[in-house]
């Protein structure tokens, strides 16, 4: 099976099983509440550092996932994308070839049956996959789970809180995913305005500026938040894409996926990063010094800046540049059509482009400077003298 047929039978398998929810679990046959039906315990000594909680192992369809502590909800929403599912592909491999390295996170169900997932989604995933490729009549595969006995105690809020930590300092989690949580926690527990911003921000163990950035997504268009939940789209081009005029989007972003693929390919074919500069305005790129070259891929926010710029009417107001730019700017006119390499111009905007990578001291670029003022023209209009200046008649 060539590995396109096999990520296409990965993705198949989860558009058709789901993980159960609170609500589907319906076993009315008591049991204790430290171990489940097909469970199995092992001492606690051997769980986790906290000696009140206990190792056990579990069939993936036995554990469910709570929809009040769900901190992936965008991923919920709209199903496993391609990254995802190759991600718990990979996962599911690595289980089967070395095992289960890492324990997931459970708390039994209160008043009720089997065991709600507090962290681990993906490797109950990647067990539920092997298990599904397993001949049949094969002994299923068991998911290795610690029962936190600190999660029983308490209420729903400090579940959430744990899982939403867990999740949230792992690289692999959506920008859609928390943009959803945020929402969800400021509702919960009604914290509203600034001061609910900061509380967020403590209770997530991030920065304010986070979570308003983070909120600006959903405000943005489904197809958008979409690309930028699948990664193709980065957190900052989207943040940059909400500054655009909504009708305006949808171009200003197909010119940015253009001029980053001419930029790479223009790079591919050997030009160095500081010599290619893209035109933004769907033209053929040119080669000349300018823009430093990127990978294909995740659209970034450079890019939609630049292209917003290009785009008439994009923007209501004029955007400011990021340090980026105006270095690439400076870098761009070091070219011929600004004289030869030797001219005043050309070197001041070389040693520019030096002095902000710091390589180049505040005293040599101020000399610079001075030479390229002493060679150029002064002009033909006299300025003009300020009422009550030195000087100047009454």
């Not at 902000?356 to 101020?366: C, F, I, K, N």
Request: charged share 30%.
């Amino acid at each position: 099976m060539s590995e396109v047929q096999e990520n296409n039978k990965v993705a198949e398998f989860f558009k058709t099983v789901k993980p159960p929810t609170s609500e589907s679990t319906s076993e009315s046959t008591s049991v204790p509440t430290d171990q489940a039906v097909g469970s199995t315990v092992e001492p606690e000594s051997k769980a986790n550092s906290n000696s009140n909680d206990s190792l056990i192992f579990l069939l993936p369809e036995d554990i469910v996932v709570p929809a009040d502590i769900d901190v992936r909800p965008w991923t919920t929403k709209v199903g496993t994308g391609e990254k995802e599912t190759e991600a718990i592909a990979n996962l599911a491999e690595t289980i089967r070839e070395e095992t289960q390295i890492l324990p997931v996170r459970v708390r039994p169900i209160l008043d009720g049956i089997g065991y709600e997932l507090v962290d681990g989604r993906r490797r109950v995933q990647a067990v539920a996959l092997l298990n599904a490729g397993m001949p049949k009549g094969a002994e299923p595969i068991k998911v290795k789970a610690v029962v936190e006995s600190a999660a029983t105690k308490t209420n729903e809020a400090h579940a959430y809180r744990q899982s939403m930590i867990a999740n949230l300092h792992r690289s692999d989690i959506s920008p859609m995913d928390f943009a959803m949580d945020i929402q969800t926690i400021r509702g919960n527990f009604k914290w509203t305005g600034s001061a609910g911003t900061k509380k967020l921000a403590d209770y997530l163990k991030v920065s304010p500026a986070t979570i308003t950035q983070h909120e600006k997504l959903l405000k943005l268009d489904p197809a958008i938040q979409a690309q930028v939940h699948e990664g193709t789209l980065s957190r900052d081009a989207a943040l940059s894409l909400s500054a655009v005029v909504p009708e305006k989007r949808a171009e200003v972003l197909e010119q940015a996926k253009t001029a980053q693929k001419a930029e790479a390919q223009a790079h591919k074919d050997g030009a160095s990063p500081l010599a290619i500069s893209v035109d933004y305005s769907g033209k053929k790129p040119i080669k000349v010094a300018g823009a430093a070259a990127r990978k294909t891929g995740t659209v970034k926010a450079r890019h939609v800046r630049a292209a917003a710029r290009a785009v008439e009417g994009a923007t209501d107001k004029l955007q400011p540049r990021a340090k980026k730019e105006i270095v690439e700017f400076f870098d761009m006119c070091d070219g011929p059509a600004y004289g030869y390499e030797d001219s005043t111009i050309r070197v001041f905007c070389r040693k520019f482009v030096l002095w902000a990578g710091g390589q180049l001291t505040d005293r040599t670029l101020e000399a610079a400077w001075k030479v390229m003022v002493e060679k150029s023209p002064r002009g033909t209009k006299q300025p003009e003298k300020k009422e009550g200046a030195k000087g100047a008649k009454k």
